[in-house]
């Protein structure tokens, strides 16, 4: 059984700092797609950003880019996400998610498995 745990969240200020780590255990985690969705009030879930196990490329949404940055270690069994230069926009909760090929954009569309999630809060 995948478990997903997600660690990191909290509150920042607007321009600052937060890494998001999760670990992983019940999976051969090498083998996997790793990625973070978020979820903000009022808006649609979205994919964040993801690692693609087939090709080992990554890839980000629009709006963090430049900002953000994915990464695994596979001998750890985590995937990390680094936020910087926050803004208020980026308050939501995240969740760590695994699953195989290239992650969906889109929540409702992803096949796979959820961390619980955690909150983030970006004050301006």
């Known amino acids: 059984q995948v478990q997903l745990v997600e660690s990191g969240g909290g509150s920042a200020q607007a321009g600052g700092s937060l890494r998001l780590s999760c670990a992983a255990t019940?999976?051969?985690?090498?083998?996997?797609?790793l990625g973070w969705y978020r979820q903000a009030p009022g808006k649609e879930c979205e994919l964040v950003a993801a690692?693609?196990?087939?090709?080992?490329?990554?890839n980000y949404a629009d709006s963090v880019v430049g900002r953000f940055t994915i990464s695994r270690d596979n001998t750890k069994n985590t995937v990390y996400l680094q936020m910087n230069s926050l803004k208020p926009e980026d308050t939501a909760v995240y969740y760590c998610v695994a699953g195989r090929g290239f992650l969906a954009t889109m929540c409702n569309q992803f096949i796979g498995d959820w961390g619980q999630g955690t909150q983030v809060s970006v004050s301006a």
């Open positions: 690692s693609h196990s087939a090709d080992g490329s990554t």
């Open positions: 019940g999976l051969t985690f090498s083998t996997y797609s």
